[in-house]
């Protein structure tokens, strides 16, 4: 089972860039998925989640307005889409999934058992 993210790059303040995630070896269709990131030199922290069954999502406060996250699971991919990106933002991005189908979203780290290997983000002023 690989989880593989895409999309990370260097984008300017106020642009805007689409993350995605592609599954591969199972399906991720009906289990909650994840996004976290890292920023040098501290933790992993939640970005945004969205549930197995139903599409429910839910976000930190931080990106709240500015960024979606979505699920094609047809594709089995799971994307972010980034508005308005702030400096703040920069950081390597993690996709994260259940192994375990739920309507519910989690925001701790804990609950998830498969990662992707992350891709960079880099937000300039």
């Known amino acids: 089972v690989q989880l593989l993210e895409s999309g990370g790059r260097l984008v300017q303040a106020g642009g805007s860039l689409r993350l995605s995630c592609t599954a591969s070896?199972?399906?991720?269709?009906?289990?909650?998925m994840g996004w976290f990131r890292q920023a040098p030199g501290k933790e992993r922290m939640f970005v945004a989640a969205?549930?197995?069954?139903?599409?429910?999502?839910y976000y930190t406060d931080s990106v709240k307005g500015r960024f979606t996250i979505s699920r094609d699971n047809a594709q089995n991919t799971l994307y972010l889409q980034m508005n308005s990106p702030r400096p703040d933002d920069t950081a390597v991005y993690y996709c994260?999934?259940?192994?375990?189908?739920?309507?519910?979203?989690?925001?701790?780290?804990?609950?998830?058992?498969?990662w992707g290997q992350g891709t960079q983000v880099t937000v300039s002023s």
């Open positions: 994260a999934a259940r192994s375990s189908s739920s309507g519910g979203y989690y925001t701790s780290r804990s609950e998830y058992g498969y």
């Open positions: 070896g199972r399906t991720f269709s009906s289990s909650p």
């Open positions: 969205i549930s197995g069954i139903g599409g429910r999502t």
